[in-house]
């Protein structure tokens, strides 16, 4: 089983490696944080692993702002769970993913908390239970 990370720099253009550990993800989104530090745009990573089903999509986006992290998985039923801060959180952040898409704040979790569950969830397949997850529908 292998997983891929995926990100686009502030231009628009596609990047791609095979990770191996949540290291390898962290050296990634610091350097296209450092990318994006002249932009009002923030970084968006992708994580994807070989083993993906129609029943599993097994992929993990990762969105990188202000030193933290929002993690969101969609799954098969197209049901979005992402990470929770558990406060309001003012604003958005914009995220170079394919597309720029707004964030909000309150999605962003301290960076120890996104990389403990990004290392659970490159080795296992499953959203961790380490981390506040919060549902909606796509």
């Known amino acids: ?6 990100w686009w720099s502030p231009d628009g253009a596609e990047h791609a490696v095979e990770v191996e550990s949540v290291a ?3 050296r990634v ?18 994580l994807r692993r070989s083993d993906a089903t129609e029943d ?8 990188v702002a202000d030193g933290r992290w929002a993690l969101v998985h969609t799954d ?15 604003g958005t952040h914009d995220v170079q993913w394919e597309e720029v898409t707004p964030l909000p704040s309150a999605w962003f979790v301290p960076l120890s908390e996104a990389t403990a569950a990004v290392s659970e969830w490159i080795g296992s397949a499953v959203l961790p239970e380490s981390v506040t997850w919060s549902d909606q529908t796509a």
């Open 24 to 26: 390898d993800v962290e």
């Open 1 to 6: 089983m292998t997983v891929s990370l995926q």
């Open 56 to 63: 599993n999509p097994a992929s993990l986006s990762i969105a």
């Open 29 to 46: 989104a610091a350097d296209a944080a450092g990318q994006f530090r002249s932009t009002t745009s923030a970084p968006g990573l992708e």
């Open 76 to 90: 098969s039923e197209m049901t979005q769970h992402r990470t929770d801060s558990g406060g309001t959180g003012d």
